[in-house]
């Protein structure tokens, strides 16, 4: 299987996937894991003799059991570096490729579960930058800017000042602190200046909250 990608069609159609709740892969995005169950230390060292690939998804509800249902959208990621520890585990950094729908989950013998993978939608996440000229920049810098700032926080801002707009929206997309279903609506956001509007909407909630709550003690206090 091929490194890179000109088509969704070079993509496989059966994935294995690692359910991981609050973890979120996009599209030539890096995901850092930390791998020590047994079952999936085997679905990785599979998938190294398999292309490199697998997929990155949530469970269906949070806090949800073993076998529960799986959300309906991922994406699949190639292993682009991994090493192994004293202590068995495997040190992982997952590049994320497209995202995927799940048809179905389907009957395996392997103890790691797997999925029929539909990528028709989403062949456009093998382009970069696509609608990156739409996003709201400013608004996004401005409020990260006042989030790290409200819990004293610094930045690398020369860093931030020279990536590209995809590069941005997706890393703090994948890094941002928020729970199981507002990274799913990043995921599945249908274009990056919708993700990026997500991503403000989210952080201006928190800070409003932060405000709120600040008021609150304030007023206890007097």
Known sequence: MPAFYETVDQLPEQLPVFPLEGALLLPRGQLPLNIFEPRYLSMFEDA???????????????AADDGAPLQQVGCVGRITSFSETDDGRMIVSLTGIARFRVNQELQVLTPYRQVEADYRAYGNDLIADVGALDVNRDGLVDVLRRYLEANNMSADWEAIEQSGNEALVNSLSIISPYGLKEKQALLEAESLAERAEILIALTEMVLAQMAMATGSNDNSVQ
């Open 48 to 62: 190294l003799g398999r292309g490199r690939v697998l997929g990155i998804i949530q469970p269906g509800d949070e």
